[in-house]
C-alpha cells in the first residue's frame, strides 16, 4: 500500500464516516440523537463538566458503531460462511455499541433529568396523584377495548397478536404512562418508559407487528391514559 499525505489521510477519514452513514441505518439514527441532543444543550444553561459528558458521550457512542461496522465488514471478507468465531467478533462489537448507547441514556437522564423531569413535570404529576388506584385498571381496560375494535376495523390479527394497532405496545404504554401520572420519581419514570419501548421494540424483531402498529399502540395507550387521568383530576 502506498504511503498517503495527510490530505488524503483526512479524506479516507471522511470517506469512512460517510460509508458508515449512508449504509448503517444505526449510525444515522445516532447522528439524530445526537444532533438533537446538542441543539437541545444550546438552550440549557449547561455547566463546562456536562458540556464534556455530553461531548464525550456523543463522541462515544458514534465511535463504537463505526467500530462495530468495521468489524462486521472485516470478518466478512476473512469468511462469507457461518462460523461460531465470526459470531462472537460481531457479537461483541454489537455489545460494545449497546454499552455506550446505556451509558448515553444515564449520562442524557444526569444532565437533563433535573431540568425538564423534576422541575417541570413534577408540578403536573402531584395534580394527578390523588386519582384512585382503580382508574389504571379503568384505563387497561378502555385501551383493550379499542385495541379491539382497532384489530376488527383493519381486518388483520387478534387482540394480543398482530395487526393494528400493537395490542401488547398499548398495553405497556398505558401502564408506563398510569406510572408516570401517579409518582414523582423521575427516575421510575424513565425506567417504566423503557421497558414499554423493550416491550414494542420485542413485537417487532419478532415480526408479529411492524413499527407503525407497534407505534400505533403506543400512541393509543397514552393519549387515552392520559385523557382519563385528566378527566378525573382536571388542572
Not at 423531569?117 to 386519582?131: A, D, Q, R, T, Y
Not at 387497561?140 to 387478534?158: D, H, P, Q, T
Amino acid at each position: 500500500m502506498r504511503s498517503k499525505d495527510i490530505w488524503e489521510s483526512f479524506n479516507a477519514a471522511i470517506e469512512g464516516i460517510i460509508y458508515v452513514t449512508k449504509t448503517q441505518r444505526n449510525m444515522r439514527i445516532h447522528l439524530g440523537i445526537a444532533v438533537f441532543v446538542l441543539f437541545i444543550s444550546l438552550f440549557v444553561r449547561l455547566e463546562r463538566i456536562e458540556v464534556i459528558m455530553l461531548t464525550i458521550t456523543v463522541v462515544l457512542v458514534l465511535l463504537a458503531e463505526m467500530l462495530n461496522t468495521a468489524v462486521e465488514a472485516l470478518v466478512n471478507l476473512i469468511t462469507d460462511t457461518y462460523h461460531p468465531a465470526a459470531k462472537v467478533a460481531k457479537d461483541i462489537a454489537a455489545g460494545a455499541v449497546f454499552f455506550t448507547a446505556g451509558n448515553a441514556l444515564i449520562v442524557a437522564y444526569l444532565v437533563f433529568g433535573k431540568r425538564y423531569l423534576g422541575n417541570n413535570l413534577v408540578p403536573v404529576i402531584s395534580k394527578i396523584k390523588e386519582v384512585p388506584d382503580y382508574i389504571m385498571f379503568i384505563s387497561l381496560i378502555i385501551v383493550f377495548i379499542f385495541v379491539v375494535i382497532g384489530k376488527a376495523y383493519f381486518g388483520k390479527g387478534r387482540p394480543l397478536w398482530g395487526g393494528m394497532p400493537s395490542g401488547h405496545s398499548a398495553v405497556a404504554f398505558t401502564i408506563c404512562t398510569s406510572i408516570a401520572l401517579t409518582t414523582e420519581n423521575s427516575f421510575i419514570t424513565l425506567l417504566a418508559f423503557l421497558l414499554a419501548f423493550m416491550v414494542a421494540h420485542s413485537r417487532v424483531r419478532a415480526k408479529i407487528h411492524t413499527w407503525w402498529e407497534v407505534a400505533g399502540g403506543a400512541i393509543l395507550g397514552m393519549v387515552v391514559t392520559l385523557f382519563i387521568f385528566r378527566m378525573m383530576n382536571p388542572f
